[in-house]
């Protein structure tokens, strides 16, 4: 198998709010954009991320009103202090505020508006 991207599929019920941070905060363009759609990118090769809206019948009957919950977008960085320090400048409050792993993660976090939460980290030796 050759996998030539990767991309992960959000439920959520505002597609255009969770695009809008996704692309003002984290660099990504929409690639492809309908009624309840977004597929958003990064030319730099990182993962894509598709928001669906709830309810959409592409999604299985079973899935259509499932929110997307306990799942955490992550993004190593090399310099965490200067992505809070952005983040911050931008307006963005972290959900989490940087903290130390015993094992040695470094990371924080930050919430969208739909609840979807981005997870950035600095790994030591990096």
């Not at 660099?27 to 894509?48: H, I, K, P």
């Not at 669906?52 to 259509?64: D, H, M, S, W």
Request: aromatic share 8%.
């Amino acid at each position: 198998m050759q996998i030539t991207s990767s991309a992960i599929s959000l439920t959520v019920d505002d597609v255009p709010a969770s695009s809008k941070f996704l692309a003002d905060h984290f660099g990504y363009a929409v690639r492809m954009a309908a009624d309840g759609f977004a597929s958003l990118g990064r030319d730099d090769g990182g993962v894509d991320l598709i928001f669906l809206r709830r309810g959409i019948e592409v999604l299985p009957p079973e899935l259509r009103q499932v929110h997307t919950a306990g799942t955490i977008v992550a993004f190593v960085v090399d310099d965490l202090e200067a992505e809070q320090a952005r983040l911050r400048a931008e307006g963005v409050e972290p959900t989490l505020p940087i903290r130390e792993e015993p094992w040695g993660e470094r990371l924080l976090l930050v919430t969208d508006p739909n609840g979807v939460v981005y997870e950035l980290v600095e790994w030591p030796d990096r």
